[in-house]
């Protein structure tokens, strides 16, 4: 059972350039999430989905997009990376319901150069 | 939106030294999280906490929902070095925009435990 996969594990990109960091669940979760996490900040909600073809902003969605075609899959498009998207992405996800809370990825350190 | 204060912000130990941190929210949460964070990894929940009042223990830990429903503690008993990481507290409120899915995350206690 391998819960919330994320890739790649680390990633270096030059400003202007786009990329998608990948979430995969397998475990029928129907919420999944992404957050970036900075020091001192805490974990700030980028956008999130409560199930196949429903997704909503979190946050700090500027200059991220999402799509979720599928229950299992849930990618972070950046757009046009800039060094303030350098910092730690986790996804996660999620049955409904009080109580639940959340299983994580083990993250994607991005850095932007 | 709503926001959880998490206090300390970091701590150093000694080895064998009981832990105690905190959150507390300007608003009512139905339940709260504890996550623990090891060092290049994402968070791994340690407790939760669904009725006002209720006191909860997992092995060295103990979590306890406060009564008011706008706080929670965590305490680690008999520190060891393998507690370090970061430690956040996170509030769920049924009551939310997004239905019984969205959890407020604190902003972590940062632990260091010198042997």
């Known amino acids: 059972n391998a819960g919330v996969t994320q890739t790649p594990k680390f990633q270096v990109l030059k400003t202007g350039q786009s990329m998608t960091l990948q979430c995969a669940q397998d475990?029928?979760?129907?919420?999944m999430s992404w957050y970036r996490q900075d020091p001192g900040m805490g974990l700030r909600l980028i956008h999130y989905?409560?199930?196949?073809?429903?997704?909503d902003q979190g946050e700090v969605p500027n200059g991220y997009n999402v799509s979720r075609s599928t229950t299992e899959d849930f990618p972070l498009r950046l757009l046009s990376a800039a060094p303030s998207q350098t910092s730690v992405y986790f996804c996660a996800s999620s049955f409904p319901g009080a109580g639940r809370g959340y299983t994580f990825g083990s993250g994607t350190r991005l850095t932007v150069v | 939106g709503q926001q959880l204060n998490q206090s300390p912000q970091s701590m150093f130990i000694q080895e064998g030294e009981d832990v105690s941190m905190n959150c507390t929210s300007s608003s009512i949460f139905n339940t709260w999280l504890w996550y623990k964070q090891d060092p290049g990894e994402g968070p791994v929940l340690l407790i939760a906490l669904y009725k006002a009042g209720e006191l909860t223990s997992n092995g060295r830990l103990t979590a306890q929902f406060g009564i008011t429903r706008k706080d929670s503690f965590l305490n680690i008993s008999a520190s060891i070095p393998s507690d370090v990481g970061i430690y956040f507290c996170a509030g769920q409120d049924a009551y939310s925009g997004a239905g019984s899915y969205q959890l407020t995350f604190g902003k972590g206690t940062k632990l260091s435990v010198i042997p």
């Open positions: 475990m029928n979760h129907e919420y």
């Open positions: 989905s409560v199930g196949a073809g429903i997704t």
